[in-house]
């Protein structure tokens, strides 16, 4: 779309000495509406022509008067400021088309080239309950993924599993002793669970179960059949779980390669960093020092031989980079593993491996509740099929309530779109080192900053676009230019930043940037909506023009909404 922040750099530059983007740079959105909608300080050139920067801002804006382009209205001198008011009509127009003719597509860029972007995100630990922080990762992984493929990225989506690891011979030796297929079959992580918990409750009787599982764990790692073989059911049985979660909330992989694949891969580390003379022996381990980054020393091998969490992550950059030639290697994983990730990245760097800055470790905070609102089953642990469950219940009775003539089945569906809408958008609405706290009062606020309350207008533009019988592909015929109100402008401004705020979302790995413009979008609708008459707007062509405007509308909300993961429904 046509770039006004470019096009004004471009009017100031020829008058100055400075390069384009250095205007382009200093150029700001004035902090009231009534000073305009760009304005350039003139502070900076105050140096180069020794004149007050009101001086230069007058001559600036004279020269530009003389031969003003058709998309501005005017410029204004106020204090050192040049500001600059769009013509809002050419504006409605320009944005309005590039929204109809490129509907599913607006927002959406080739700036990726696509080049291989990396995003590893959910990475859950096999046998272990699926817990509400490894949503974080996975819903917030998910969400930037989309976000660089509508930037024209290749994104490769990597599910990191903890599959690997000493608990494996304790699972290994519990299942044969207390095992129940049936049990497994239909609940596998609970039943697995239970076994595991058992192992550890009896060791104090029977303390010889210990080596045995060692000596298990030792066997899988030799790759022996019958340890190898339960290994992989436990994996299979796993995974079989995480999918339902994953379908249900409709995420998606394309490599499950797990921390196992990669410990087969550590001879190759070794050699490395070997080659580069970087290993030192310390209390029988082989370590990679880090001192000159003020980490500690990294562990490649233990004492027995043995691989540690690092060194196969270690050996997964080395697969990534041969296997896809990644531009970059993002790690959707919590702040606690900051550390972890400074050492792996570390090691690379030392050994002057040649993509040690294009890895990059996107973290997040933590989850918490409010009091009383989660009665916590086992232990601590909340796992997150019961959040969705509540939530969607919770979801289905506000639906109910509100829509008596909604059938039954259509309840369902709805609860079920909206519910989820809910957490997802709770995980994705502030910046991520932010920590999370749900308060189902907060999240499920038809009025609020939540999922429904976006979903809702979504489907509040629908209707009106239905009453109307509203036709979206005759829109040469509609005359934008009508839409010259405050608070039309303002939506339109709204939607010509979108596309803005998606690169930004994108380097800064914060979809949350996104989603509150999508919000303000929403917000500003509504007001419109309270404030201007649509469906009765007597002028033929102005009703038109503001149908065309409530549908630009529901076209970016949507957008935005099926980045973050969420479908938006016709009606709620
Ligand atoms: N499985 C780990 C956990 O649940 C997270 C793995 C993160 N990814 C990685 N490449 N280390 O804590």
Redesign the pocket.
Known sequence: MFDFRLAIAEMIVNQTELEISEISALIEIPPKEDMGDYAFPCFRLAKEFKKKPALIASEISEKINRTMPEWLEQTKVIGPYLNFYLNRGYYASLVLKTIFSELDDYGKSEIGQQRNVIV?YS???IAKPFHVG?AYTTILGQAIGNIYDALGFNTIRMN?L?DYGTQFGKLIIAWRLWGDEAALAKEPIAELTRVYVKFHSVLEDQPELEDQAREAFKRLENKEPAEVELWQKFRDYSLLEFNRLYDRLEINFDNYNGESFYSDLIPEVVEMLETKNLLQESRGAQVVDLEEFNLNPCIILKSDGTTI?ASR?IA?ILYRDRTYDYYKNI?V?GLP?TN?FQQVFAVLKKAGFAKADQNIHVGFGSVKFKDGDFSTRKGNIILLEDLLDQSVAKTKDIITKNNPDMSKPEIEQTAEAVGLAAVKYTYLKNGREHDIMFDWEEILDFEGDTAPYLMYTYARARSILQKANFNCVEFNNFDFTLLTEDDEFGLIKNMYQYPEVLIQAAEEFEPSIMLRKISQLARNFNRFYHNTPILKTEDINLRQARLALVFAVSVVIKNGLILAGIDPVERM
């Open positions: 590893e990475s859950p630990n490894h990191h903890g969490y992550d997964a790690y994983v593993q972890h």
